[in-house]
């Protein structure tokens, strides 16, 4: 068994006993295989161990790698999108989890009905309020997510949020929770598109223990399953 496997391997276990531990089956938390930067050789590693959901930051990077591999995978994009960019993150990529401004909003709302289909996305809340983030603010996600409403082929199914950095995940734990809190508020509200089925994309490798037992739906893990970036 390959490294990335046996990696895989443990952190589905890891999974498996957070979601538990939250009172949710294993199946309730998805896997974000991260694999920016990682050459296809690897994500096949990962694809041959029953991983088919990955997540890249790049639009470039993306396209080069996207197409030459497996149609059955699903894509989601974690990075900083532009506008200008839409289009192109559109045609890739099944969910866009960094949605944070109207504009964003709509220009990925227009290239999805130009290519006649519907888009999920969710909203990126910058939830350490730092500045160096992307991000909406805690306190301006219901007004985002209100306008967001105005469009016609998203499917807003939730929100996405990153702690500020640290070396001890018990530090993420308050900001997991809080973003928790938040999605709990917006659905009460009937802001996003299932509001008895809200996902939270939260946690890294350092980190996707605690989001899972605050409640994170999707986790996004690179380093932990491929190895250090380049
Ligand atoms: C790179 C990245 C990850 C994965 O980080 P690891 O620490 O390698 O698990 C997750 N989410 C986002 C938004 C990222 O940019």
Redo the contacts with the bound molecule.
């Keep these: 068994m390959t490294t990335i496997c046996n990696n895989l391997k443990k952190i589905q276990a890891n999974i498996t006993i957070a979601a538990e531990r939250s009172g949710r089956p294993a199946g309730a938390v998805q896997l ?1 295989a ?1 694999s ?1 930067r990682m050459d296809s050789g690897k994500i096949h590693q990962a694809i041959a161990c029953g991983q088919y959901i990955f ?1 890249e ?1 790049y639009l470039q990077e993306a396209q080069q790698k996207l197409p030459i591999l497996d149609d059955n995978l699903r894509w989601h994009f ?2 900083h999108l532009q506008s200008n960019k839409a289009r192109l993150a559109v045609k890739l990529f099944d969910v866009i ?2 949605v944070d401004r109207i504009k964003i909003a709509r220009a990925i709302d227009q290239h999805a009905a130009a290519l006649n289909r519907d888009l999920r996305i969710l909203v990126q809340v910058n939830i350490g309020r730092e500045k160096q983030k992307h991000g909406v603010l805690p306190e301006d996600t219901e007004e985002l997510l209100e306008s967001i409403r105005q469009t016609t082929r998203l499917t807003v199914s939730g929100l ?1 949020g ?1 702690p500020p950095w640290s070396k001890d995940p018990e530090t993420s734990r308050k900001y997991f929770r809080e973003l928790k809190e938040l999605s709990v508020l917006l659905s009460k509200q009937e802001l996003f598109s299932d509001n008895n089925n809200v996902e939270l ?1 939260m946690g ?3 980190d ?1 223990v605690v989001a899972i037992e605050e409640g994170a739906t999707m986790v ?7 190895g250090r ?1 380049e």
């Excluded at 996004?220 to 399953?225: E, H, I, K, S, Y």
């Design positions: 974000i991260v920016k997540g930051n974690i990075g989890e960094t996405m990153m994309s890294m490798s350092s996707y996004r893990v690179g380093t932990a399953l491929f970036r």
